[in-house]
């Protein structure tokens, strides 16, 4: 019993300290890697694409806190949504905005990312893609410090 409370008095700080990390990587201009699907999957399971015809209006959006893409962005009939396929994983995308809303009694995390392609918007359901390991932070290479 002795052994089980020293582990975890050893554990809790870590892991404390690994989601303190993982939540200073959400914010907004920041990246986001989407890991590459399995083999037998053709979809991300928490992540959607949504596509536009129409250009929307940017000037709506604050483009320091994200606040107003979601607005602007899904205000129209001609949207197309879907799955994001599994040929859109393996690369880093840029979170937009973060919101939260809550559905019988759940609070979810939508993290909204842009799109190499302007009409699209990736919707993201943090959880669900956190359970099914489809996100990770982006590999940084440190660059070697230089003598001047």
Not at 76 to 94: E, F, N, Q
């Amino acid at each position: 019993m002795k052994t089980i409370y020293i582990l975890l008095c050893l554990l809790i700080p870590y892991i404390s300290n690994a989601q303190k990390q993982k939540k200073m990587l959400l914010k907004v201009g920041n990246k986001l890697f989407l890991n590459a699907c399995h083999a037998n999957k053709p979809e991300f399971k928490g992540i959607e694409v949504y596509s536009r015809t129409d250009m929307y209006n940017k000037t709506e959006v604050d483009s320091l806190t994200g606040k107003g893409l979601s607005a602007a962005f899904f205000n129209t009939k001609s949207l197309d949504g879907k799955r994001l396929p599994c040929s859109m994983g393996g690369r880093a995308y840029t979170i937009a905005a973060i919101d939260k809303y809550t559905e019988t009694g759940v609070t979810h995390t939508i993290i909204l990312l842009y799109d190499y392609y302007p009409l699209n918007i990736l919707l993201l359901d943090y959880e669900n893609a956190i359970f099914n390991n489809e996100i990770s932070a982006p590999k940084v290479t440190l660059k070697p410090k230089t003598k001047h």
